[in-house]
């Protein structure tokens, strides 16, 4: 009797082992991405995939008196996405005419932004002006010469600043090595 007991149980074993084999092998495994843990909804949608240093997305969208750019863009990353959570994107205006998405890759990531002017000697001076915590959309740079928003993050004990502009030489937009560049 102990006997069969033991043959049952290798039997099933063995039948488990092919079975996930068998899954396993079938499973299209070039499409699949990892879920990201903790991934603020929209970041889902971007290819973070092979990026685990970036923290955060950036799309330029141009502009701001042209709404096509926003349009094709969250028609092309985020047509599947809840109309609510594409209705609660934030908009901050610094003042300027250049508008970027801004998506954070994990939902604890804090955004604390700082508008920049100049002094009286010329010297950069920040205020602080508030902090933002999702997805939101940024309309900033009225002076081509530098970035009038500075917006600093502090994640998983390291500190990070970041002020978008374009560079006027190769008229792209400035990455830093943990911002993924959408296009």
Do not use: R
Request: aromatic share 14%; hydrophobic share 35%; net charge negative.
């Amino acid at each position: 009797m102990k006997k069969n007991v033991n043959v049952i149980i290798t039997i099933a074993l063995i039948l488990t082992l092919v079975a996930f084999f068998i899954s396993y092998m079938i499973t299209d495994t070039e499409d699949y991405k990892e879920p990201i843990k903790n991934a603020y909804p929209l970041a889902e949608k971007l290819d973070f995939t092979n990026n685990d240093d970036k923290l955060f997305a950036i799309i330029y969208l141009g502009d701001s008196k042209d709404s096509y750019n926003e349009k094709y863009y969250i028609n092309k990353y985020f047509k599947d996405v809840d109309k609510e959570i594409i209705d609660s994107i934030s908009t901050i205006q610094i003042g300027g005419s250049d508008k970027y998405l801004i998506i954070p890759k994990y939902e604890n990531i804090v955004f604390n932004l700082y508008n920049v002017k100049k002094g009286t000697n010329g010297e950069l001076i920040e205020s602080y002006i508030g902090h933002v915590e999702n997805a939101f959309y940024l309309y900033c740079n009225e002076d081509s010469t530098y970035s009038n928003v500075n917006i600093k993050i502090a994640y998983d004990g390291k500190n990070y600043s970041y002020s978008p502009g374009i560079n006027k030489d190769t008229n792209e937009i400035v990455i830093d090595d943990y911002i993924l560049e959408v296009n």
